[in-house]
């Protein structure tokens, strides 16, 4: 057989006469044009332009002409003579939109003949001005596409397309897994963003949300046959864009109290920081002088000796990033290599990232007819440690502005060992041993280790049987294999948010392993061929896609040598958890687009899927879309102003089922509680992209422990459904193009409308039966928006100014279409949702008003309603009104120079960096206006710390003074039966500030959610080709200077709201209230070098 | 040529396919549990059902002990509001679902449906029935637990106690057929049951919680004679070879926390550091320090400033309450002024396994006296002296704490900074010679004896009971009327809203249930059938 095939593949090529033409091609204006393919007729031999407009082609004797071909321009025929050289001018069309566009399954296609709504991004746009994530370099850049860039280090983007979480990732037409750090930007060619069910509804479930198609780079066009492109790019981080500002007029303690106790070390105190005003009077302090015999510590000044803490320990962040890439192309084979290489020093000291990325692809054509194509692309993360964040002892934002008290100096604990509290290995020496740990502590000793490494790769065969019909087979594996690692250190506080923590403790080690493959295989016949008027392309395929997860948590309980970090060192024995699964999914699939003449083109594809996650008799089925386009201008005369226009609608009907987009870990997928509120009480759960089955639908018994390690049961509370069906989505799109001043200005509007359901829902049930739900295929959720894209050169000249312009703006709602049955009620995040309400409305507690809108008080603090659901209060839709994009872009010959700013504006969130920074006494607000008064006078009736201090702050507004309050809906509908008279009674600000005032009413901490961001400012040079041409080494160079996050505009600045991209979600049906503590942003500035060879 | 140009690329397609493989077998099915069909051993949903017996809002130091007037919380962010902000209660059918699954799996293992499991699922059922009933009134339990009945109907209140009391005798019956000589003092599964008690225990608690059961019902015992509640009171304690009950604490159905996986709660949550967040109930301490009571120095600490101004740990004016009727903006945070009492940091905080304090009572001993010395008293029962149960009620109590006449105990600060405040000699005659604790005698004074030292028996165990008995008697005088008590007219619920699930979707059998017991309104402050 391999002799056959080799003998097959070797093939000759006969020699004629023959001679060889150079050339140019170049616009009108004299530029030369890339790309551009020259064929010689009739004999047909072609090749392309170079960068700079050359060709070289060596035609037959028997050629009669040359014709040349290029996108966005006219063809033209150039008759020879016998000539060896010449140069064409190519007119530019300025009637038709030819920009060809990579859609589903890698096919490209003319974008004029697109039905649906698709955006294609450069991927040489995305590469000076970084992130290091390639994913939040797509902010702001397409309509509908919402990028929530995370501020953690290796934090994943929240993706959100058109209100929907989850978007498929395709390279090179096969679906991959991906964590989004796991790409490397500098081997992109570009990305299409399919947006919505319409444009990617080929690719079946998987593909509901919409898809990001990204198209890698392939072997070099260059004359030479060969190119080489370096990049390299650094950036600095070292100002913040969003962060909380911290008082530092009051220290730890409570009630205006504190004092080191009088011992070694201090555990029974977790204190906020409403303790003593700062005014250098003398206080037992951690750092006192400590009598060993005596047992007594010497009290010390009370200053403000760390109002900069926060300041001084955080350091300048580093992304450094350099691509090298080798391309190659003959006219038998294209190579292309590319390393990448990231480094990443976190702002957080001892913080860093690294990835590592390594690709190969390569096609080679044995024959005219058979072209195999392989490619590769090896990714390595890896960190030794990476900072965590939530509302915990393990996170910085909480120690330095939760609890972040002005009274320790940070740099005094950098050797964190120091004497007599610190012993080495054993006990840090910190600044309190009850609530929070020494920064330095925690920097050098807490650590998270990340190491994944990602594959993935196809070898792909096309036979063209003839022009018009082409056969191809590819198989693909993506695969990723992930450890982490966390070491809580000897002596490192945890309160007791863990039950095997005690004071003193040495440790412990966790560990999580997880491991993804799965291969897609398919065969795709393919057919385009113009008959007449008619121009047909189409293409049917077959697929299997086979998956396999495998995941591993481990935990020891307590170590028992400290410093030893290994699962078998465990005090009490170690927990460990495994899960796993599996799935396959055979499908057939068709697409065919019909262009009739001039007029119209018909796209239809369709799909079946047959998955193992759903039960024998549901787990077929079928999957169509249609669109239609027409350029109007093509046909009809349109007012000369308008150059190009273009309709086009769709319609999609999507299925699937019973399989989720992330997965957490091991410990969470078995019982059910994630990291935070389960085990250890700390660390974040990580979620990973994963599409694989979630087993919602089966009546189990799982293993569990509730009582001193003895074994027990489970049983499932959601009452499985054997009838249950596919979910389904339908979706319609309505758009229009327009062109205007010959090409000039580009207008692009979509509408879109898509029925989200009936889901697969786990609907309540009476408690009465036992269980808490059952499955049903219920709820259905309209959304319907629309979207646009102005593109405009403004000023345009060859020598002078170039200005381009591009605007985005997209906007959607979604609202609740059916429930189920005869339901009318939809109980679901704290609110009953009827028919026909906005679902991302959030409900919650809000205050109590009298007649005159004033807040009613009792007892000092405010009334509170019932707390049960129907007393929820509305406080906002949480989806922004509308998400807009604002790019320009200049140009004076060499120097170019480019800014971005985008947004979200419209809609609440919860700032909940701000709620418990007053909780903790921290927050500038907390000693500042009305607050800082009281706060003031309650600590001058201290009389120096000699009494009990005296409630001084009274809320605004009324108190109840007689009557029974009756509430609907949060608000008392008896009003005309009660008296009020103006709140005399006064609260100490701390219980105020805190969860017996207004820490448990809501609405006080909502806040606007709309943001501009100036996101990317980019100023480039590129070296002149007269500079370059003596050295013919180098062929092009830019230089730049870049900056990302620059300004930010919101309300409050105490936190970046740009991470919380998600309100209402219809895959999981949650709501994004925000809330949740983040690292603090930061501005980016830095340089990018880019040199082709 | 077509056909190699289709051999090559089948073989290339091959190749593909044999590095990845199509999956074999069951793929439909999570492999990472057991399927619904599976053979589970009994004894794991034992453990479920043990292990769970407690609702999460009822262990000792929960929010249970401030409706209870037990303690007080000063600051919400640790011991959270005073309110009696009830709504919507929780529920126990999960233990109902899990019941039916341990009788499904027992008669697979054993081939009958009298096996210990079936009889201990009857209490568990009948348990779970009366803890929702008494909480909201009539409730569905015919056909509740099954999930193809999804809107159970509705069974009365009175149905709901009698048929539970008919569970309480089946599984007394099955308990007894059970109980042999040679395993009566035999644990009746050593892993299933976290208890860990007997068959002979186990029959005791079934029968010592029916008397509660049976004594809950004092207001309906007159007028519901096919109840039989007098004769069911009286039947037990008639004959305790047939209806053995509890002799001594040892008997008690306790909750045993421990150091490595159930700590005691105040440890487990994180507030050993605020112990001084709880204050005692001057409820409390009217019935107790008011009556020289020695459990005051064993269980809670004086208030710092009585002892600032010199009082000593010995005196009972040194310990002061916190009025649950005041807001608690209106109260010190942290009691930073030691105006109040806290509870012992000794006893209660010093250890996560609860080591130094009384176990949980679930159901005990020292209740049970009181519920006879109550049945006594009402004239329920010939041949038992009211007098002698209340005493032994008392001192089962004390027992239960570790208190004998003349001990020497030491008393702490309320923050553990200072072990050894003085120390205390415990006089239990002097306490037992108080007029208000020596018996006056069968008559409506006696019997509000009994309920108040039943109430102070209950500190900080038994879950509901003491509101339940408060509910019922009126004993003792509970504070309400100001704002700490929460509620829109300042008085305390006598009741929980439905599961707001229960109200959505079963609403029919539900809004039916409403109209036929409160006129169509389901709130708080109605009488169900038992309290009428």
Same mark, same amino acid.
């Given at each position: 057989?391999?002799?056959?095939?080799?003998?097959?593949?070797?093939?000759?090529?006969?020699?004629?006469?023959?001679?060889?033409?150079?050339?140019?091609?170049?616009?009108?204006?004299?530029?030369?044009?890339?790309?551009?393919?020259?064929?010689?007729?009739?004999?047909? /031999?072609?090749?392309?332009?170079?960068?700079?407009?050359?060709?070289?082609?060596?035609?037959?004797?028997?050629?009669?002409?040359?014709?040349?071909?290029?996108?966005?321009?006219?063809?033209?025929?150039?008759?020879?003579?016998?000539?060896?050289?010449?140069?064409?001018?190519?007119?530019?069309?300025?009637?038709?939109? /030819? =920009?060809?566009?990579?859609?589903?399954?890698?096919?490209?296609?003319?974008?004029?003949?697109?039905?649906?709504?698709?955006?294609?991004?450069?991927?040489?746009?995305?590469?000076?001005?970084?992130?290091?994530?390639?994913?939040?370099?797509?902010?702001?850049?397409?309509?509908?596409?919402?990028?929530?860039?995370?501020?953690?280090?290796?934090?994943?983007?929240?993706?959100?397309?058109?209100?929907?979480?989850?978007?498929?990732?395709?390279?090179?037409?096969?679906?991959?897994?991906?964590?989004?750090?796991?790409?490397?930007?500098?081997?992109?060619?570009?990305?299409?963003?399919?947006?919505?069910?319409?444009?990617?509804?080929?690719?079946?479930?998987?593909?509901?949300?919409?898809?990001?198609?990204?198209?890698?780079?392939?072997?070099?066009?260059?004359?030479?046959?060969?190119?080489?492109?370096?990049?390299?790019?650094?950036?600095?981080?070292?100002?913040?864009?969003?962060?909380?500002?911290?008082?530092?007029?009051?220290?730890?303690?409570?009630?205006?109290?504190?004092?080191?106790?009088?011992?070694?070390?201090?555990?029974?105190?977790?204190?906020?920081?409403?303790?003593?005003?700062?005014?250098?009077?003398?206080?037992?302090?951690?750092?006192?002088?400590?009598?060993?015999?005596?047992?007594?510590?010497?009290?010390?000044?009370?200053?403000?000796?760390?109002?900069?803490?926060?300041?001084?320990?955080?350091?300048?962040?580093?992304?450094?990033?350099?691509?090298?890439?080798?391309?190659?192309?003959?006219?038998?084979?294209?190579?292309?290599?590319?390393?990448?290489?990231?480094?990443?020093?976190?702002?957080?000291?001892?913080?860093?990232?690294?990835?590592?990325?390594?690709?190969?692809?390569?096609?080679?054509?044995?024959?005219?007819?058979?072209?195999?194509?392989?490619?590769?692309?090896?990714?390595?993360?890896?960190?030794?440690?990476?900072?965590?964040?939530?509302?915990?002892?393990?996170?910085?934002?909480?120690?330095?502005?939760?609890?972040?008290?002005?009274?320790?100096?940070?740099?005094?604990?950098?050797?964190?060992?120091?004497?007599?509290?610190?012993?080495?290995?054993?006990?840090?020496?910190?600044?309190?041993?009850?609530?929070?740990?020494?920064?330095?502590?925690?920097?050098?000793?807490?650590?998270?280790?990340?190491?994944? *490494?990602?594959?993935?790769?196809?070898?792909?065969?096309?036979?063209?049987?003839?022009?018009?019909? *082409?056969?191809?087979?590819?198989?693909?594996?993506?695969?990723?294999?992930?450890?982490?690692?966390?070491?809580?250190?000897?002596?490192?506080?945890?309160?007791?948010?863990?039950?095997?923590?005690?004071?003193?403790?040495?440790?412990?080690?966790?560990?999580?392993?997880?491991?993804?493959?799965?291969?897609?295989?398919?065969?795709?016949?393919?057919?385009?061929?113009?008959?007449?008027?008619?121009?047909?392309?189409?293409?049917?395929?077959?697929?299997?896609?086979?998956?396999?997860?495998?995941?591993?948590?481990?935990?020891?309980?307590?170590?028992?040598?400290?410093?030893?970090?290994?699962?078998?060192? *465990?005090?009490?024995?170690?927990?460990?958890?495994?899960?796993?699964?599996?799935?396959?999914?055979?499908?057939?699939?068709?697409?065919?687009?019909?262009?009739?003449?001039?007029?119209?083109?018909?796209?239809?594809?369709?799909?079946?899927?047959?998955?193992?996650?759903?039960?024998?008799?549901?787990?077929?089925?079928?999957?169509?879309?249609?669109?239609?386009?027409?350029?109007?201008?093509?046909?009809?005369?349109?007012?000369?102003?308008?150059?190009?226009?273009?309709?086009?609608?769709?319609?999609?009907?999507?299925?699937?089922?019973?399989?989720?987009?992330?997965?957490?870990?091991?410990?969470?997928?078995?019982?059910?509680?994630?990291?935070?509120?389960?085990?250890?009480?700390?660390?974040?759960?990580?979620?990973?992209?994963?599409?694989?089955?979630?087993?919602?639908?089966?009546?189990?018994?799982?293993?569990?422990?509730?009582?001193?390690?003895?074994?027990?049961?489970?049983?499932?509370?959601?009452?499985?459904?054997?009838?249950?069906?596919?979910?389904?989505?339908?979706?319609?799109?309505?758009?229009?193009?327009?062109?205007?001043?010959?090409?000039?200005?580009?207008?692009?509007?979509?509408?879109?409308?898509?029925?989200?359901?009936?889901?697969?829902?786990?609907?309540?049930?009476?408690?009465? /039966?036992?269980?808490?739900?059952?499955?049903?295929?219920?709820?259905?959720?309209?959304?319907?928006?629309?979207?646009?894209?102005?593109?405009?050169?403004?000023?345009?000249?060859?020598?002078?100014?170039?200005?381009?312009?591009?605007?985005?703006?997209?906007?959607?709602?979604?609202?609740?279409?059916?429930?189920?049955?005869?339901? /009318?009620?939809?109980?679901?995040?704290?609110?009953?949702?009827?028919?026909?309400?906005?679902?991302?409305?959030?409900?919650?507690?809000?205050?109590?008003?009298?007649?005159?809108?004033?807040?009613?008080?009792?007892?000092?603090?405010?009334?509170?309603?019932?707390?049960?659901?129907?007393?929820?209060?509305?406080?906002?839709?949480?989806?922004?009104?509308?998400?807009?994009?604002?790019?320009?872009?200049?140009?004076?010959?060499?120097?170019?120079?480019?800014?971005?700013?985008?947004?979200?504006?419209?809609?609440?969130?919860?700032?909940?960096?701000?709620?418990?920074?007053?909780?903790?006494?921290?927050?500038?607000?907390?000693?500042?206006?009305?607050?800082?008064?009281?706060?003031?006078?309650?600590?001058?009736?201290?009389?120096?710390?000699?009494?009990?201090?005296?409630?001084?702050?009274?809320?605004?507004?009324?108190?109840?003074?007689?009557?029974?309050?009756?509430?609907?809906?949060?608000?008392?509908?008896?009003?005309?039966?009660?008296?009020?008279?103006?709140?005399?009674?006064?609260?100490?600000?701390?219980?105020?500030?805190?969860?017996?005032?207004?820490?448990?009413?809501?609405?006080?901490?909502?806040? =606007?959610?709309?943001?501009?961001?100036?996101?990317?400012?980019?100023?480039?040079?590129?070296?002149?080709?007269?500079?370059?041409?003596?050295?013919?080494?180098?062929?092009?160079?830019?230089? *730049?200077?870049?900056?990302?996050?620059?300004?930010?505009?919101?309300?409050?600045? =105490?936190?970046?709201?740009?991470?919380?991209?998600?309100?209402?979600?219809?895959?999981?049906?949650?709501?994004?209230?925000?809330?949740?503590?983040?690292?603090?942003?930061?501005?980016?500035?830095?340089?990018?070098?880019?040199?082709?060879? | 040529?077509?056909?190699?140009?289709?051999?090559?690329?089948?073989?290339?397609?091959?190749?593909?396919?044999?590095?990845?493989?199509?999956?074999?077998?069951?793929?439909?099915?999570?492999?990472?549990?057991?399927?619904?069909?599976?053979?589970?051993?009994?004894?794991?949903?034992?453990?479920?059902?043990?292990?769970?017996?407690?609702?999460?809002?009822?262990?000792?130091?929960?929010?249970?002990?401030?409706?209870?007037?037990?303690?007080?919380?000063?600051?919400? &962010?640790?011991?959270?509001?005073?309110?009696?902000?009830?709504?919507?209660?929780?529920?126990?059918?999960?233990?109902?679902?899990?019941?039916?699954?341990?009788?499904?799996?027992?008669?697979?293992?054993?081939?009958?449906?009298?096996?210990?499991?079936?009889?201990?699922?009857?209490?568990?059922?009948?348990?779970?029935?009366?803890?929702?009933?008494?909480?909201?009134?009539?409730?569905?339990?015919?056909?509740?637990?099954?999930?193809?009945?999804?809107?159970?109907?509705?069974?009365?209140?009175?149905?709901?106690?009698?048929?539970?009391?008919?569970?309480?005798?089946?599984?007394?019956?099955?308990?007894?057929?059970?109980?042999?000589?040679?395993?009566?003092?035999?644990?009746?599964?050593?892993?299933?049951?976290?208890?860990?008690?007997?068959?002979?225990?186990?029959?005791?608690?079934?029968?010592?919680?029916?008397?509660?059961?049976?004594?809950?019902?004092?207001?309906?015992?007159?007028?519901?004679?096919?109840?039989?509640?007098?004769?069911?009171?009286?039947?037990?304690?008639?004959?305790?070879?047939?209806?053995?009950?509890?002799?001594?604490?040892?008997?008690?159905?306790?909750?045993?926390?421990?150091?490595?996986?159930?700590?005691?709660?105040?440890?487990?949550?994180?507030?050993?550091?605020?112990?001084?967040?709880?204050?005692?109930?001057?409820?409390?301490?009217?019935?107790?320090?008011?009556?020289?009571?020695?459990?005051?120095?064993?269980?809670?600490?004086?208030?710092?400033?009585?002892?600032?101004?010199?009082?000593?740990?010995?005196? $009972?004016?040194? +310990?002061?309450?916190?009025?649950?009727?005041?807001?608690?903006?209106?109260?010190?945070?942290?009691?930073?002024?030691?105006?109040?009492?806290?509870?012992?940091?000794?006893?209660?905080?010093?250890?996560?396994?609860?080591?130094?304090?009384?176990?949980?009572?679930?159901?005990?001993?020292?209740?049970?006296?009181?519920?006879?010395?109550?049945?006594?008293?009402?004239?329920?029962?010939?041949?038992?002296?009211?007098?002698?149960?209340?005493?032994?009620?008392?001192?089962?109590?004390?027992?239960? +704490?570790?208190?004998?006449?003349?001990?020497?105990?030491?008393?702490?600060?309320?923050?553990?900074?200072?072990?050894?405040?003085?120390?205390?000699?415990?006089?239990?005659?002097? $306490?037992?010679?108080?007029?208000?604790?020596?018996?006056?005698?069968?008559?409506?004074?006696?019997?509000?004896?009994?309920?108040?030292?039943?109430?102070?028996?209950? $500190?900080?165990?038994?879950?509901?009971?003491?509101? &339940?008995?408060?509910?019922?008697?009126?004993?003792?005088?509970?504070?309400?009327?100001?704002?700490?008590?929460?509620?829109?007219?300042?008085?305390?619920?006598?009741?929980?809203?439905?599961?707001?699930?229960?109200?959505? +979707?079963?609403?029919?059998?539900?809004?039916?249930?409403?109209?036929?017991?409160?006129?169509?309104?389901?709130?708080?402050?109605?009488?169900?059938?038992?309290?009428?």
């Amino acid at each position: 057989m391999g002799l056959m095939l080799l003998t097959f593949f070797i093939s000759n090529v006969y020699a004629q006469d023959s001679r060889t033409i150079t050339g140019k091609i170049q616009t009108t204006t004299g530029l030369g044009i890339a790309g551009a393919v020259v064929r010689a007729l009739p004999s047909k /031999t072609a090749t392309q332009t170079d960068n700079e407009g050359n060709f070289k082609i060596t035609i037959q004797s028997t050629d009669k002409t040359i014709e040349v071909t290029s996108v966005g321009f006219l063809s033209q025929t150039y008759t020879l003579s016998n000539e060896s050289s010449f140069v064409l001018s190519l007119q530019e069309d300025t009637k038709a939109l /030819t =920009d060809v566009v990579v859609t589903a399954y890698g096919i490209k296609r003319e974008a004029k003949k697109i039905g649906y709504s698709i955006q294609e991004i450069k991927g040489s746009d995305l590469t000076k001005a970084r992130d290091a994530n390639p994913i939040n370099s797509l902010a702001g850049k397409v309509a509908g596409l919402t990028v929530g860039t995370n501020t953690e280090m290796l934090g994943r983007p929240e993706l959100v397309l058109r209100g929907s979480k989850d978007l498929l990732f395709v390279i090179d037409g096969v679906p991959v897994n991906t964590d989004t750090w796991n790409i490397s930007p500098d081997d992109i060619e570009s990305y299409t963003v399919l947006k919505g069910t319409n444009a990617s509804a080929i690719y079946g479930f998987r593909g509901l949300n919409g898809a990001i198609v990204i198209t890698t780079k392939r072997g070099s066009k260059d004359k030479r046959g060969w190119q080489v492109d370096v990049n390299s790019s650094t950036m600095f981080e070292d100002k913040f864009l969003a962060i909380p500002e911290s008082q530092y007029e009051y220290g730890r303690g409570t009630n205006y109290i504190y004092s080191y106790g009088d011992r070694l070390y201090d555990n029974a105190q977790r204190l906020p920081e409403w303790g003593p005003r700062f005014e250098g009077q003398l206080i037992k302090q951690y750092n006192s002088p400590y009598d060993p015999t005596t047992g007594l510590r010497t009290a010390i000044p009370w200053t403000a000796r760390g109002r900069y803490n926060f300041e001084n320990f955080m350091q300048t962040g580093i992304i450094n990033t350099n691509n090298i890439s080798m391309s190659a192309t003959t006219d038998k084979s294209d190579i292309r290599m590319s390393i990448s290489n990231m480094n990443q020093k976190g702002v957080a000291p001892n913080t860093k990232l690294g990835t590592y990325s390594m690709a190969v692809n390569g096609g080679y054509n044995f024959n005219k007819k058979l072209r195999v194509e392989a490619s590769l692309n090896f990714n390595k993360q890896y960190t030794p440690n990476i900072p965590d964040v939530n509302y915990g002892p393990n996170s910085y934002i909480y120690t330095f502005k939760v609890y972040g008290p002005a009274d320790y100096d940070v740099r005094d604990l950098e050797d964190i060992y120091k004497g007599p509290m610190g012993v080495k290995d054993l006990v840090p020496y910190m600044q309190e041993y009850g609530r929070e740990n020494s920064p330095w502590f925690m920097a050098k000793k807490w650590l998270r280790s990340h190491d994944k *490494s990602d594959i993935n790769g196809y070898l792909k065969a096309t036979y063209k049987f003839t022009d018009a019909l *082409s056969l191809s087979a590819r198989s693909q594996i993506t695969t990723w294999n992930q450890l982490r690692t966390e070491q809580a250190p000897s002596g490192i506080n945890l309160n007791a948010y863990t039950p095997w923590y005690y004071f003193g403790w040495y440790g412990d080690y966790r560990e999580d392993r997880r491991n993804l493959f799965e291969n897609n295989t398919d065969v795709i016949l393919n057919f385009d061929k113009k008959v007449k008027d008619f121009n047909i392309s189409a293409f049917a395929g077959a697929s299997q896609r086979s998956f396999t997860y495998n995941s591993f948590f481990g935990t020891t309980k307590a170590l028992a040598i400290p410093n030893v970090y290994a699962l078998s060192n *465990s005090k009490d024995p170690s927990l460990s958890y495994t899960w796993g699964s599996r799935m396959q999914v055979y499908s057939a699939f068709y697409s065919f687009d019909i262009s009739m003449s001039k007029y119209l083109t018909l796209s239809h594809t369709g799909r079946v899927d047959q998955l193992s996650t759903l039960p024998e008799g549901s787990n077929k089925f079928y999957y169509p879309s249609v669109s239609l386009s027409t350029v109007l201008s093509d046909y009809i005369k349109v007012p000369s102003f308008i150059s190009f226009a273009k309709l086009r609608t769709s319609y999609a009907d999507v299925k699937g089922g019973l399989t989720q987009a992330t997965v957490p870990s091991a410990f969470m997928a078995i019982t059910g509680k994630d990291l935070n509120g389960g085990l250890l009480g700390y660390g974040a759960e990580l979620y990973s992209s994963y599409d694989g089955p979630n087993y919602a639908n089966q009546n189990n018994y799982s293993f569990v422990s509730t009582y001193n390690g003895l074994p027990s049961v489970n049983f499932s509370n959601t009452i499985a459904n054997p009838t249950i069906k596919p979910f389904n989505r339908t979706s319609l799109e309505v758009g229009i193009d327009l062109k205007f001043a010959k090409n000039r200005i580009g207008l692009d509007f979509t509408y879109f409308q898509s029925m989200n359901g009936p889901q697969i829902y786990a609907l309540p049930v009476a408690p009465s /039966t036992g269980y808490s739900s059952q499955n049903v295929n219920g709820i259905t959720s309209k959304k319907e928006g629309f979207e646009i894209a102005l593109t405009g050169a403004v000023l345009k000249s060859v020598k002078g100014l170039n200005w381009d312009v591009a605007i985005n703006y997209a906007t959607y709602k979604e609202t609740l279409e059916e429930i189920y049955g005869t339901e /009318t009620e939809l109980s679901l995040n704290g609110h009953n949702y009827k028919v026909g309400e906005r679902l991302d409305a959030f409900y919650g507690t809000a205050f109590v008003r009298d007649a005159s809108n004033n807040v009613i008080f009792s007892g000092g603090t405010p009334l509170r309603a019932p707390t049960d659901i129907t007393n929820n209060k509305f406080l906002g839709n949480v989806n922004p009104d509308f998400t807009f994009g604002f790019n320009n872009k200049f140009s004076v010959k060499n120097i170019s120079f480019s800014f971005q700013f985008d947004g979200r504006i419209g809609g609440v969130i919860y700032d909940g960096i701000y709620h418990d920074g007053m909780n903790g006494g921290t927050a500038i607000e907390s000693a500042t206006g009305a607050f800082g008064a009281a706060r003031l006078a309650e600590w001058q009736s201290t009389n120096n710390n000699t009494v009990a201090f005296t409630k001084k702050f009274i809320g605004q507004g009324v108190k109840l003074v007689s009557g029974v309050p009756k509430y609907v809906g949060g608000v008392i509908t008896n009003l005309s039966e009660l008296t009020f008279a103006p709140n005399d009674v006064a609260a100490g600000v701390q219980s105020y500030a805190g969860a017996s005032g207004v820490g448990s009413i809501s609405e006080y901490w909502m806040t =606007d959610r709309s943001f501009v961001k100036l996101r990317e400012v980019n100023l480039g040079y590129t070296l002149p080709a007269k500079l370059l041409g003596k050295s013919k080494f180098i062929k092009g160079a830019t230089f *730049s200077i870049v900056g990302r996050n620059l300004f930010y505009w919101a309300e409050r600045k =105490d936190f970046d709201i740009d991470q919380y991209a998600a309100g209402y979600n219809d895959s999981d049906r949650s709501l994004n209230t925000g809330g949740a503590l983040q690292s603090a942003s930061m501005r980016r500035f830095g340089f990018n070098i880019n040199l082709n060879f | 040529m077509k056909t190699r140009i289709i051999k090559t690329i089948t073989s290339l397609l091959l190749v593909g396919l044999v590095i990845t493989g199509c999956q074999k077998g069951d793929l439909l099915s999570n492999p990472n549990v057991a399927s619904e069909s599976s053979t589970i051993p009994a004894s794991l949903l034992l453990n479920q059902l043990t292990a769970n017996f407690l609702k999460e809002e009822e262990p000792i130091i929960s929010n249970v002990y401030k409706w209870n007037q037990n303690i007080v919380s000063n600051y919400t &962010y640790y011991y959270g509001s005073n309110a009696y902000t009830w709504t919507n209660t929780t529920h126990k059918y999960d233990q109902i679902k899990y019941c039916v699954k341990m009788e499904e799996q027992a008669l697979k293992a054993y081939g009958n449906n009298t096996n210990v499991y079936h009889a201990l699922s009857k209490f568990f059922r009948a348990y779970s029935f009366i803890w929702l009933t008494n909480r909201v009134g009539d409730i569905p339990m015919d056909e509740a637990g099954n999930p193809n009945i999804l809107t159970p109907k509705y069974n009365t209140q009175k149905e709901v106690f009698k048929k539970s009391l008919m569970l309480l005798d089946t599984a007394n019956m099955l308990m007894g057929n059970l109980t042999t000589a040679a395993n009566r003092n035999t644990k009746v599964d050593a892993t299933g049951d976290i208890f860990g008690l007997t068959y002979l225990q186990w029959q005791k608690v079934i029968n010592t919680y029916k008397l509660r059961v049976l004594i809950s019902l004092s207001k309906r015992a007159d007028d519901n004679a096919d109840l039989n509640i007098k004769g069911q009171f009286a039947a037990i304690l008639a004959d305790a070879t047939k209806y053995p009950i509890m002799t001594g604490i040892t008997d008690n159905l306790v909750y045993k926390f421990n150091a490595a996986y159930n700590q005691y709660p105040p440890i487990r949550v994180g507030n050993t550091a605020y112990n001084n967040c709880a204050n005692i109930s001057k409820t409390f301490y009217s019935v107790t320090a008011d009556y020289n009571d020695p459990r005051v120095f064993v269980l809670t600490t004086p208030a710092a400033a009585q002892i600032t101004a010199g009082k000593t740990v010995s005196d $009972f004016t040194a +310990y002061v309450g916190e009025d649950n009727n005041k807001s608690q903006a209106a109260m010190s945070g942290f009691s930073t002024d030691g105006k109040y009492s806290n509870l012992s940091f000794n006893r209660y905080i010093s250890s996560a396994a609860g080591a130094n304090c009384e176990p949980y009572t679930v159901i005990g001993y020292q209740e049970m006296c009181f519920n006879i010395a109550e049945a006594a008293n009402r004239g329920w029962i010939t041949g038992q002296s009211a007098a002698t149960w209340y005493l032994r009620g008392i001192n089962a109590s004390l027992e239960v +704490y570790g208190i004998t006449n003349g001990k020497v105990v030491t008393v702490g600060n309320n923050d553990g900074t200072k072990t050894n405040l003085g120390s205390v000699t415990l006089d239990v005659t002097t $306490f037992l010679a108080h007029p208000e604790v020596a018996y006056k005698g069968d008559n409506a004074d006696g019997l509000k004896q009994i309920l108040t030292q039943k109430y102070v028996a209950f $500190f900080l165990n038994s879950g509901f009971e003491t509101f &339940y008995n408060w509910r019922r008697t009126g004993v003792p005088t509970f504070a309400e009327g100001g704002v700490g008590v929460g509620t829109p007219n300042l008085k305390i619920p006598t009741r929980w809203k439905y599961p707001q699930d229960e109200i959505t +979707y079963n609403a029919a059998n539900y809004k039916a249930s409403i109209d036929a017991q409160y006129g169509g309104v389901d709130d708080q402050f109605s009488k169900m059938w038992l309290i009428k």
